[in-house]
């Protein structure tokens, strides 16, 4: 057992009595060989005796220090002999400089926490190397964010100057192409730049600023362009843009919820049928329709748009029901064969079964099951209790050949429990006692030799 080292402390009037010579000899040689002391030792002097020529500057030095801590990595040779940064110290430690800052950025010292979070982003990218790990990358994410939140803090100070705002926003355009971000790809540090801008900047300013980052537009960016020509009053760019991106979600859909909310239905309605004949039928932009033609109260749409949903939505029977609910009962049957067709033409099977069994269509159910070619074991597990007898035969004898199938390929003991639990289910449905029978007798013949597949049958009569 590796025993405990006990903490030794030096009595002070030892230290008082120490030659400041030999002590600062000491000192030097016991911090080359040992790297934590070396650098708390440097933490210390930084913090307690060293003075800046500015509040920055120690910032900046604080900063600095992070990245010296380091820790063995296991080299090619299998031992540990490479020194690499501590990469949680780092993150840990700059998640401390930014509780440092936050009463700074009470005071309205906007600059100084930008700067010092730069500083960061500056020597990240000088010192980043192969040693970051998957969890490296949550915990440098999740700092980012932070980074995210305090600068749009500090951004809407007003006691720093706009040119020294755009001083900052010049380096993080810059740092949104370093090679660590590239790389690793643990943050989008354009959205870093981006939240930045839009605080520190006038809409106009902030608008043109945004340009330059556009080349491709993508949908964030495509927000904010809209969100600042709102701003700006430019109500025919801004429906320009929202028409030459019609496949943009972020833009499109609250524009329709907008128009919608403020009572322009045939206008949100005209949009979203827009939306659609550019990107499809989303089941987003089919829930939008359904509830604007609602609020029209235009029924012939209303039934319309619930059908192109009991398509869309298949996790459940709701839209179908729903559908069901609003077509006069005179037009079901043949909504219901439209509908159905529609599912047999797309092969969804599951969906189409579930749909026979609940309009008791138990004809087309079984014709479904035995034609099917990848889901009929399942579908006869599920369906066959509520099939007419007429059907069971066949379908005992098809389930009881599938089984014997599984039972000759199975070896492991989890299979074993897996199987006796369907064989347990299967034979619960009336009329199934003699095929179960002749299957146990068979395994129990034929597989002697596997007491662990017996004992999960014992149970099964």
């Known amino acids: 057992m590796k025993r405990k080292e006990k903490a030794v402390s030096i009595p002070v009037e030892l230290l008082e009595q120490a030659p400041l010579d030999k002590l600062r000899k000491f000192i030097q040689k016991e911090a080359k060989r040992n790297a934590d002391f070396a650098c708390a030792l440097n933490d210390w002097l930084c913090e307690e005796v060293a003075t800046f020529p500015s509040l920055e500057e120690k910032f900046a030095n604080r900063v600095e220090r992070l990245f010296t801590r380091m820790e063995k990595k296991m080299g090619w040779n299998g031992k540990y002999n490479e020194y690499d940064i501590k990469w949680a110290a780092v993150t840990k430690g700059m998640g401390d400089v930014l509780d440092a800052l936050k009463p700074e ?120 362009r809209v969100n600042l020509l709102r701003k700006l009053g430019r109500e025919e760019e801004l429906q320009k843009t929202i028409l030459s991106n019609l496949r943009c979600d972020e833009i499109v859909f609250p524009e329709i919820e907008r128009l919608r909310d403020a009572g322009r239905l045939s206008e949100a309605r005209d949009l979203v049928n827009k939306q659609m004949w550019a990107g499809g039928r989303s ?105 007419p007898e007429k059907y069971h035969p066949e379908l005992f004898q098809y389930g009881i050949a599938v089984m014997r199938d599984r039972v000759s390929k199975m070896n492991k003991s989890k299979e074993y429990a897996k199987f006796a639990k369907t064989l347990k289910k299967f034979s619960r449905f009336p009329g199934s006692t003699p095929y179960v029978t002749e299957l146990l007798t068979h395994i129990r013949t034929t597989y002697r030799r596997r007491p662990s597949l017996l004992a999960e049958l014992q149970d099964i009569h």
């Open 105 to 224: 950025l009470e005071k309205g010292n906007g600059r100084l926490v930008a700067r010092t979070i730069l500083k960061f982003i500056h020597t990240l990218q000088e010192k980043a190397d192969s040693t970051i790990d998957e969890d490296d990358y949550l915990e440098l994410s999740d700092l980012h964010e932070e980074f995210a939140e305090i600068l749009e803090d500090s951004a809407s100070s007003e006691s720093w100057s706009l040119e020294e705002k755009l001083e900052v926003l010049k380096e993080l355009r810059q740092a949104s192409h370093y090679s660590v971000y590239r790389e690793y790809r643990f943050y989008p540090m354009k959205s870093l730049c981006v939240d930045f801008m839009l605080t520190a900047l006038p809409p106009e300013q902030a608008y043109i600023e945004l340009q330059k980052l556009e080349p491709c537009a993508g949908g964030d960016l495509l927000r904010h």
């Open 283 to 387: 089941e987003q932009s089919l829930k939008l329709l359904l509830d604007i033609v609602k609020r029209q109260d235009d029924t012939p749409a209303v039934i319309e748009t619930l059908y192109q949903l009991a398509l869309k939505i298949q996790q459940n029977l709701s839209y179908y029901q729903k559908l069901k609910k609003v077509v006069p009962s005179s037009d079901w049957a043949s909504m219901y064969e439209r509908l159905t067709g529609q599912l047999d033409q797309r092969r969804d099977e599951a969906y189409l079964a579930s749909i026979y069994a609940a309009e008791n269509d138990l004809d087309r159910l079984y014709q479904l099951i035995i034609q099917s070619r990848d889901n009929r074991f399942s579908f006869t597990m599920e369906y066959l209790p509520i099939l």
